[in-house]
């Protein structure tokens, strides 16, 4: 029986860090000798093993050690502790521009990488077009790489990955640079890759292109592995924790906020929460009952009020705005201090992060008493679904009549 493509025993890779540089003659003379630095684990204790033809994704957190470890797999950082045996030519997509001169053309550097492998020229020859074709570089093949652009640099570091027969590809998060379509041809080659029993091990943001393209997950947290396994469980647990810490972190910081400011004439909003099905919380699944519920207050009972909450995704899309009817509130007349709702019986966002604007007007002067500008925000998860954008629509799929399963004798 052939051992694993990758094993890692024990592996532990260890950073010093600097304390602040001393400014003056006089600390430097009195720290003298001693150390001005710590040691800092970025990973520890790592052990599992890779078989040949499996597909490894690794996740974790910002800083969790992901790079660290995918560069002591791939030989170019050199563990502390433990040990890396590597079986089968390796290629590696690390950071961007990793692995490139940036003095040499883009050729000279496919002639370099190509090299590094062990690959003879006539091998790389062959495979030179297909290359420069893949990374859409044909006009700029013979420019110096330092000028090329971070698309570009990954686009040909990719595209050299792939094309040079390795046995084992570790790719970290540099695909998240290139553009959609790039990305996508991207992923087909890793899922062809995959199907010829070629071994993979990848780091990704993207949750949903790891459980695309990995059978297995190690969940690193704090440079220890948390969880490894069938990718669907590491996954699930890590998603779970993420939503817990996010719901503690919204959590901590409505309540550190000052109190919403008081509006024009007394009319104020004192306070929103957002309800789900067991009450109020900051994070919810697509489909859930959602509320927010707006308290406000004034001097006199409220005559003729609009009230108004828009929610804004956090990269900046407005996703809805809406006001209360008029002709429903113009003649009205509310208590001086109420509770107004807006409700919605499954809520229909899809994963993201939700900023939300709420605001009081008067219908007759057409003005605000107070617009509270994207003051609280909340979580969406979305489970297990196959749509992927802002928001459900309703929409439905209309098939044409499926015709009866045959009957089995
Ligand atoms: N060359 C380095 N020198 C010092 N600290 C480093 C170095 N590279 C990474 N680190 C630190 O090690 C930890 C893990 O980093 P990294 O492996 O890049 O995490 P991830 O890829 O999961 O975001 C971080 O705290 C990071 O700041
Ligand atoms: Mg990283």
Redesign the pocket.
């Known amino acids: 029986m052939a051992g694993p493509a990758v094993r890692v025993t024990g592996l532990g890779k260890r ?3 600097y304390h602040q540089r001393n400014q003056t003659l006089k600390q430097v003379l009195v720290h003298r000798g001693r150390g001005r630095y710590e040691d ?1 684990w ?2 520890r204790d790592a052990s599992f093993e890779v078989p040949v033809g499996a597909t490894l994704g690794i996740i ?10 995918l560069r002591c797999i791939a030989g170019i950082l050199v563990a502390d502790q433990g040990s890396v045996h590597v079986d089968g030519r390796l290629a590696a997509l690390l950071e961007v521009g990793a692995g490139f001169h940036p003095e040499y053309s883009g050729r000279e550097n496919i002639y370099l990488n190509g090299a590094l492998l062990g690959l003879p020229r006539r091998y790389i020859r062959r495979v030179f077009d297909d290359i420069v074709g893949f990374a859409e570089l044909d006009r700029f093949i013979d420019n110096p790489v330092k000028t090329y652009s971070s698309g570009m640099y990954v686009r040909l570091g990719f595209s050299i990955a792939v094309h040079l027969d390795p046995d084992i590809l570790v790719v ?2 540099v695909l998240a640079v290139g553009d959609a379509a790039f990305q996508r041809r991207c992923m087909d080659r890793i899922s062809q890759f995959r199907s010829e029993g070629r071994t993979l091990i990848f ?1 990704s943001h993207g949750l949903e292109s790891v459980r695309e393209t990995c059978d297995t997950a190690i969940w ?1 947290d704090g ?1 220890r592995m948390r969880e490894m396994g069938a990718v669907e469980p590491v996954l699930g647990q890590y998603v779970a924790e993420v939503n817990a810490r996010e719901a503690i972190r919204l959590e901590l910081e409505t309540r550190a906020r000052p109190p919403l400011p008081g509006g024009r004439a007394g009319v104020g909003v004192t306070g929103i929460r957002f309800i789900g099905p067991d009450g109020p919380a900051t994070v919810f699944r697509t489909g859930d009952p959602f509320a927010v519920e707006i308290s406000y207050e004034s001097p006199q009972p409220l005559t003729g009020p609009r009230f108004f909450v828009g929610f804004v995704r956090e990269d900046g899309v407005t996703v809805l705005t809406v006001p209360t009817d008029d002709s429903e509130l113009e003649e009205a007349v509310l208590p001086a201090r109420g509770v107004v709702r807006l409700a919605m019986p499954a809520l229909p966002l899809l994963d993201g992060l939700f900023q939300v604007t709420v605001g009081i007007a008067e219908i007759r002067t057409e003005e605000w008493y107070t617009l509270l500008d994207r003051v609280y925000a909340f979580r969406v998860v979305t489970d297990q679904r196959p749509e992927r954008g802002v928001a459900l629509l309703g929409q439905r799929w209309e098939l044409p009549e499926l015709a009866p399963a045959p009957v089995r004798a």
């Open positions: 950073f010093r860090l800092f970025a990973v974790g957190e910002n800083g969790s050690g992901k790079s660290t470890l970290d998060e780091v690193l440079g």
